[in-house]
């Protein structure tokens, strides 16, 4: 197998009689978060996101940092304490500044588009806080935090543009580099980030990618043919997955794009007009106080065409290809939906159509793929997010395992605000046997199921 990125996934493919992975996670230190003595902001709720993003059991493993310039608080680097409450009600958190000019040049070096990161009035850097989801995942940790990261990122992204703001991914940088700056200890990374620009920024005009999300940094040009790993030193293979994710030389690091948009064999379902435009979508889901995501069974209950159309079509209110994935493919397995007949599609975003790919699914057998069945009966439908890692990592180099979690979090974030518009509850399952529901579904052999995100009513 050529690439680190394939061996990580299919040691953490769920599959029946199998043996848990042995992890050295003991042997870290837990670190003090408490940034006594620091200078505090509060912050008002209507500046955060008042919906959380979607995290695996609540767990909230991802910290955020922020680099601030020419805003009315004092420039430097912030880092948001959500559980800092202060006494007064309208208070959602408060901002810890822990650098100054210094740590901001750092920061902005380490990104390959320099200018555009030095001119973001707003620059959010989200890292994975492991320790809060290895003893739940364990090996799967890695992949389930980069998930909970896209996630996170995508409400923030929701956000600012609900606010008329431009956001803009960035998806290049010197690992490395950032963590030093920030401090971080060896179980927290950094995965993702976003630069926030105002609506009449020019600059955003002229940005690194168009602002599609489409173009993605690859460490496939500073790969060595043979990465070899000091197993004492990291805890975990998911620790040994971001090393070789890592980009270390942004002079050797190659910027991709890549859109699909072919029509796939099979009859043709376009999908309706969504329920609401864009700038209402948006508008809407600042009333969501809390998703609706909770791990009560289904009851029976079809969808509507239009709500079904809406969802997915509510994706493109920020950005479907989020951090230049581009690659995973969609599948829909429609169940219970009106109009639509039960069987499994391809989602093609561009053009607002599924296409038939097999028919009818047995349900039970469906969930019977699952580690508890009785979550997914009663579906009304389901994504599946699937990526061929080979393909991937031949044109990212190993980042590109990153790209696709973090680009599933956007997935998961987005139609679990979307389900909520529509009365509809939405869970992301983790726990499936990987073989049986790629098999049952038809999905190619050489597609390995990144995520699968479950529709219905409870």
């Not at 290895?134 to 799967?140: A, G, L, N, T």
């Not at 079904?308 to 599948?331: D, V």
């Amino acid at each position: 197998m050529r690439f680190f990125s394939e061996k990580y996934h299919n040691s953490i493919c769920f599959a029946r009689k199998e043996k848990p992975a042995d992890l050295c996670w003991e042997t870290q230190k837990m670190v003090d978060r408490r940034y006594v003595g620091r200078n505090r902001i509060d912050l008002k709720k209507e500046i955060v996101p008042p919906y959380s993003y979607v995290s695996g059991d609540k767990l909230k493993p991802v910290k955020t940092y922020v680099v601030i310039r020419g805003r009315t608080l004092p420039d430097g680097v912030y880092t948001y304490d959500g559980a800092a409450r202060s006494a007064v009600p309208d208070v959602a958190g408060q901002l810890v500044r822990i650098g100054g000019k210094d740590e901001m040049k750092k920061l902005v070096a380490a990104f390959p588009d320099k200018d555009f990161a030095e001119e973001a009035p707003l620059l959010y850097i989200f890292t994975g806080l492991l320790e809060r989801s290895v003893w739940r995942y364990r090996e799967s940790a890695y992949a389930q935090v980069s998930q909970d990261v896209g996630a996170c990122a995508a409400s923030v992204m929701l956000h600012s543009k609900a606010k008329g703001a431009k956001v803009f991914a960035l998806s290049g940088f010197v690992d490395d580099e950032i963590a030093v700056t920030l401090n971080l200890p060896a179980t927290e990374i950094p995965l993702a980030a976003l630069a926030v620009f105002p609506e009449y920024s020019e600059l955003a005009f002229d940005s690194v990618d168009g602002g599609v999300g489409e173009t993605a940094y690859s460490n496939r040009g500073e790969m060595e043919p043979d990465i070899g790993y000091d197993a004492s030193r990291y805890a975990a293979m998911f620790m040994r997955q971001n090393r070789a994710e890592n980009i270390t030389d942004l002079s050797k690091s190659i910027r991709i794009r890549r859109l699909a948009a072919q029509a796939f064999p099979g009859d043709e379902f376009p999908l309706t007009p969504a329920k609401f435009d864009t700038a209402h979508y948006l508008d809407k889901i600042l009333d969501i106080k809390e998703p609706l995501n909770n791990r009560l069974p289904f009851r029976k209950a079809g969808l509507d065409l239009d709500d079904f159309s809406s969802m997915l079509r509510w994706l493109e209110a920020g950005q479907i290809n989020l951090f230049g994935a581009g690659l995973l493919r969609i599948w829909i397995v429609s169940f219970d939906v009106m109009f639509v007949y039960p069987g499994v599609y391809r989602y093609v975003p561009v053009r607002k159509s599924i296409y038939m790919q097999s028919g009818m699914l047995n349900v039970k057998k469906f969930a019977k793929c699952h580690l508890s069945p009785e979550v997914a009966d009663n579906t009304a439908f389901a994504v599946i997010l699937t990526a061929d890692l080979n393909e991937s990592c031949n044109l990212l180099g190993e980042r590109a395992y990153r790209y696709m979690n973090l680009n599933a979090g956007y997935f998961i974030e987005s139609m679990t605000l979307s389900a909520t518009l529509v009365r509809r509850t939405l869970r992301s399952e983790r726990f499936f046997y990987h073989d049986e529901l790629r098999a049952l579904c038809e999905i190619p052999e050489n597609e390995s199921i990144i995520a699968e995100i479950l529709v219905g009513k409870t």
